[in-house]
C-alpha cells in the first residue's frame, strides 16, 4: 500500500526505501496536514452522505448544522470544537503552512504587494491580516518585500493566537480578533482575509463583511480576499476536493460569479483579481463601491 500510493519505493524484494514523498511526510507539519485530514476532516466526510440524506441532499448552509457536527458529535463549529481541543490547532496551524509551503495555496509570493501596499507612513497600519492563524502569510510578505512601511497586524481567535510560537517577524503585532465583531483597526491600507470566505456559509461571508466595511477609508483601505476562484466548468480535483471539505462544514468554495455577488451586494467592488500560475488560490482585490 505505501510503495502504491507513492510513500515507498520498492528496491528489491521485501526491500523498501522511502520515497520523496515519504521523505516529507517526516516533517512534523505534513504529519500535522494528515492528522488534520484523519481527525478532522475524515470523521465529517464519513457522515456526508447520512447528513444529505437527511435533509433531501440540498447543500449545507449553516456552519452549526452539517456532517462535521455529526461527524464530531457537537453542536459546535468546527472553530468552536478547536476551542476546545488546543492540540488541533496546533496541528491545525502547522498543517496551513504545509498547504502553503507545499504550493497548494501560494497565490500570496506571485502578488506584487509593493504595487498593492505602496508608501505606508511608519505610524499607519499597512495591513492587517484577519485570521491569519500563526501569522505566516504576514511573516511571507515581509519576507519577500521587507521594504514596506507601516504597521502589519495579524489578527485571530485567542486560542490560535495562544499557540503562536513560531519565530515571528518582530514588525507583526499578534492580536486576537473574532471577524463577527467590528474590525477594530480603523483605516489600513490592506485587510486580508485568506481561507476565511471559503470555510463559511454565504450569509456568514456578509456578516464578515459587515464587520469590516466600517472601519475602512473610502478611496484608500482594500479588501483582499484569497481564495479559490473556481471556475464555472472544468475545476481541478484539487478545488472539487477542497470544496467537498468546505462542504461537510457548511460552507463551499466559490465561483467568480458568487464573489462578484457577494461583494457587490454588500458594497464593494472588484478591482483586480490576481490569478495565480501555480496554485489554485487567487486574491481578489476589492474596494469600497462609490
Ligand atoms: C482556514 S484557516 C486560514 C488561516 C490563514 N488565513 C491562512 O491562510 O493560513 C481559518 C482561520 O480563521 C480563524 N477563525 C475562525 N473563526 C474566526 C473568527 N470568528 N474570528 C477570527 N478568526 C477566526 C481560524 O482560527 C483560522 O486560523
Redesign the pocket.
Known sequence: MLTATGITVETGTHHYVLSRLGLLLQEKKYQSMMIVAFDVHLPSMMKTPSFLASTGWKNPDDASKAPFQLGHNTDKTI?GL?AEKPQL?EH??AA??A??DAGV?NAVLETPWNDIIGRVDSGEVAMV?????DG??LRQVLELYPDLGGRFIL???P??IAKVSVDLNKRIEVTT????TPQPVKGARVYH????FH?WPIDDCRRILRNLKPSMKAGYSKLLI?DSVVPESGASLHQSLIDMTMMTIGAEEKNETQFRELLTSEGFSIVNIWRSKYAIDSIIEAEMAI
Do not use: C, E, K, P
Open positions: 472553530f478547536f490547532v491545525f496551524n496551513l503552512s498547504v502553503s495555496y491580516d484577519v485570521g491569519g492563524a505566516h502569510v489578527q485571530d481567535l486560542d490560535t480578533h473574532d471577524f463577527f482575509y485568506r481561507m476565511i470555510d484569497g
